[in-house]
């Protein structure tokens, strides 16, 4: 089996990452995502209140897509944990570790990146305003490990758009209306403050 893991800080989830989902499911016997802290940002929403979001994002395709779960038990800021824990899931799955183009170059540094990068192919999504780092996949390719380019289309959609100024054209509704309900950004304490 044929496994993708695809760990997002969704804050907020967008329809970026639902594009990039639909894709996933579409090359991969089971697309698996989590959500976490990412060690490297500062989240706005809380762990529980983006796993929710993320639910929130998948269900209006999971009718489509069969083969695409949300773990939330696999979740941990820590790459090599999620995989050792998807091991236990799944003992006998090959993983590919999907990994945004602009986080290329940090790989090298995340935890036991040795470890895990011997364990797991690499599955580069471009993003929308970074170059496709070809350096830091050809020195990946050098260390052996097996790297590939998604030939997706994602939309230009930012999360950190809609936690600045509320834009909301990239948001799933379904995620809107809980951001709305929770009160989740700073943008809607300004508004509220103007009402």
Known sequence: MKISLFGTSADPPTLGHQAILKWLCQHFDLCVVWVSDNPFKSHQASLEQRI???ELA????????????LHPDISHPRTLITLQKAKVLWPNAEFTLVVGGDLIAQLPS??????LLAQVDILVVPRAGYDIPNREIEQLK???????????????????AYRKNGDRSGIVPSVSAYIDREHLYSWQETKNNTL
């Open 52 to 54: 929710q979001m993320m």
């Open 142 to 160: 050098q260390r052996g490990v097996k790297v590939a380019i998604a030939e997706v289309s994602v939309p230009m959609v930012s999360s950190s």
């Open 58 to 69: 998948i269900a209006s395709m999971q009718s489509e897509y069969k083969n695409l779960e």
């Open 110 to 115: 995340w935890y036991r990146s040795d470890e």
